[in-house]
């Protein structure tokens, strides 16, 4: 599905990641952890085209990053919902328009009834009016979560999504995440929060990544 093969990233200064080589399988769910600034958005961002690798290969859905054009790299970028670490919206459209945004951009039908099964799902329905400023940091994950899905995306990359929240909140999206998972969808999320990591691992059997010293390495028990 994402397959990266000796890849390295560096934004001018020394390495940041290298030597990178990992393939995140259909349906897999993965939680990539390390230190702050140690280069867990940057990983994601290579994930899904956002970023071109400086060398190596990064293959998104069988394809090579580097020989996709413009219109295929949108094309590719449908297949990835991602949830960024600080939601933004347009503070001035209702909940429901910024949750709908990705499809009316790329002038599909929004269906009135999908939308609102979409928002039940991640408990905003009764928002769908509110504007984003007034909603809670916890709503506005949900509202980006599902802003993220709207399209039917394959993938789901999250980066921090509990960052800003307590901890039942935090559950709350991790059981969001983890349906989606037993629905097929591949999960990654980088996080800080190892206490979320151990939860979800009671409940899906999730492979965590760890970044040290600019390589990422497979977890062992020790979480
Ligand atoms: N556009 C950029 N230009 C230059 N340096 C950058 C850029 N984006 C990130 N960096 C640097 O790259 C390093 C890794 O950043 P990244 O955001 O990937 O780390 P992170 O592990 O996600 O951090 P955090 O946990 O704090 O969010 C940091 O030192 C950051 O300052």
């Not at 001035?92 to 039908?109: C, D, F, G, Y």
């Not at 984003?132 to 999504?161: F, H, K, N, T, Y």
């Not at 999206?173 to 989606?180: I, N």
Request: charged residues 20%.
């Amino acid at each position: 599905m994402i397959s990266l093969e000796n890849v390295a990233y560096t934004y001018g200064g020394g390495e940041l990641l290298s030597d990178v080589s990992l393939r995140l399988a259909p349906g897999s769910f993965h939680f990539l952890t390390g230190p702050s600034g140690s280069g867990k958005s940057t990983f994601l961002k290579l994930c899904y085209a956002e970023l071109l690798p400086t060398s190596g290969h990064v293959t998104l859905f069988d394809r090579e990053v580097r020989s996709l054009d413009r219109d295929e790299v949108a094309r590719m970028r449908r297949r990835v919902g991602v949830v960024h670490q600080d939601c933004q919206f347009l503070d001035h459209l209702p909940l429901a328009a910024n949750v709908s945004l990705p499809l009316t951009v790329s002038n599909r039908e929004v269906s009135g009834e999908d939308l609102g099964d979409l928002l039940g799902w991640v408990g905003l329905k009764h928002l769908a009016d509110a504007l984003p400023p007034s909603l809670s940091g916890g709503e506005r994950q949900r509202a980006a979560l599902a802003r993220a899905i709207i399209m039917g995306p394959d993938v789901i990359l999250a980066d921090e999504p509990t960052g800003n929240l307590d901890w039942d909140l935090s559950l709350r999206l991790l059981t969001l995440l983890v349906e989606l998972n037993r629905m097929g969808k591949t999960i990654v999320i980088a996080t800080h929060d190892l206490n979320l990591i151990r939860q979800a691992k009671a409940q899906v059997a999730a492979r965590v990544l760890r970044i040290k010293a600019r390589r990422i390495q497979l977890a062992g028990a020790d979480l």
